[in-house]
Each structure stands twice: as structure tokens, then as C-alpha cells.
């Protein structure tokens, strides 16, 4: 079974920044994609970023240029730092493991909420 342990959420003002992490145990084969979604209310999942572990990084156009994910393959563990913040980017915050595409594996979200 595989576990996703996040932390980093809470409260910043707009333009402030935060990292949020994500540490991932259990079954977890040598070749996935680790990312973050997040979901506001009353919309849907969207991606936010993911990286590979060929460190193969994709991002969502609305956070490109102030969203910087990262992992560490031997704590199995991402990192996504996110800067100038800003109210649209309030959302549970979810970490996402996928396993060539055939198991995915979810975390219980952190909430982030930017004050404007």
C-alpha cells in the first residue's frame, strides 16, 4: 500500500510564497510521477505541477514563473514552492503519485488560502 503524507499548508497574505511537501512510503516503483493538484471550491481537480522521475516537469499556465516543484528521490519525497501567491490560488492542495499511468495514488489535501 502506498501512503502520501503532506504538509505546508495554511494561511499567507497575497504575494507571499510557501512550500508545500509530500512524502510518499510504501509500494512505490522506481519510475512515477509525483505532482500536486488542487481543487477550489465549487471546481473542479485541476494539475498544478508534476515531475517526473526522469525530472521531467510539467506546470499549469497559471502558476508558470512562480511555481518550482522538485523531489527527492531518496526521501521519495516533492516539494512544491509556489511565490507570489495570489487569492485565486486558495485550494485544497492534493499530492498525486502515478504509476505509468495504471495506479494512482492520492494524499488527504492541505488547504492553502491566500488573503488578499
Known amino acids: 500500500q502506498v501512503q502520501l503524507v503532506e504538509s505546508g499548508g495554511g494561511l499567507v497574505q497575497a504575494g507571499g510564497s510557501l512550500r508545500l511537501s509530500c512524502a510518499a512510503s510504501?509500494?512505490?516503483?522506481?519510475?512515477?510521477?509525483m505532482g500536486w493538484y488542487r481543487q477550489a471550491p465549487g471546481k473542479q481537480r485541476e494539475l498544478v505541477a508534476r515531475?517526473?522521475?526522469?525530472?521531467?516537469?510539467n506546470y499549469a499556465d497559471s502558476v508558470k514563473g512562480r511555481a518550482t516543484i522538485s523531489r527527492d528521490k531518496a526521501k521519495n519525497t516533492v516539494y512544491l514552492q509556489m511565490n507570489s501567491l495570489k487569492p485565486e490560488d486558495t485550494a485544497v492542495y492534493f499530492c498525486?503519485?502515478?504509476?505509468?499511468?495504471?495506479?494512482?495514488?492520492w494524499g488527504q489535501g492541505t488547504q492553502v488560502t491566500v488573503s488578499s
Open positions: 510504501g509500494s512505490i516503483f522506481s519510475r512515477n510521477t
Open positions: 498525486n503519485l502515478d504509476i505509468a499511468g495504471v495506479m494512482t495514488y
Open positions: 515531475i517526473s522521475t526522469a525530472d521531467i516537469t
